[in-house]
């Protein structure tokens, strides 16, 4: 998906168009070679859905003229993957599993070292190109829990929720969001979330 650093730039500009046009705060976001992830907070029911719709298009149609293969294929398998996610911990725990994901593949030591990602984009804001504000501070040593990675039970219900779009929170919260969604197809199976209590606050993954 992505070959050059001019490729990443791209989908970069096509990000920050999206965003001008439909109503979605971007939280934090990272942009791999075959695949990126945003966790975004939408302001209206159906302003997600068309903003990932914009910006799917415009990046194939840019993409495949920047290469010269119009008509050759496609870019992308199937339609995005999205699930909500409740406050505090469970936002810090997707946004450690997101921000992390180049030091996971060992494409860098350190996360603020991947340009095309939350921390980096923090430390280097532009006009066009600001993050949203959290809904709570980042801890201090947020770069150095980032480096130091998710363990393997943490990952895994971050990997299941991105898999079955189940809501990734406290089970109250859980079961609640997901029936007030039409979400209760995904809580089938296997790895049912442990009881904590409940929060309210929901932006919501995409990848």
Known sequence: MFHTEGDYDAFEQVLMEGLKRYPVALLTYCLMPNHWHLVARPRTDVALGR???????????????????????????GRFKSFPVAEDKYFLKLCRYVEGNAVRAKLVESAQQRRWCGPWRRAHPTKDFVLSPWPGNRPRNWTTL?????????????????ERGRPLGPAPWVLATAARLKLDFTLRGPGRPRKTPDNQWRPFFST
């Open 51 to 77: 903003l990932m719709g914009w910006i799917g298009v415009t990046h194939v149609r840019r993409h495949h003229e920047h290469y010269h293969r119009r008509g050759t294929g496609q870019l992308y398998q």
């Open 146 to 162: 980032l480096d130091g990675g998710l363990s393997e039970e943490e990952l895994q219900e971050v990997r299941d929720c991105v």
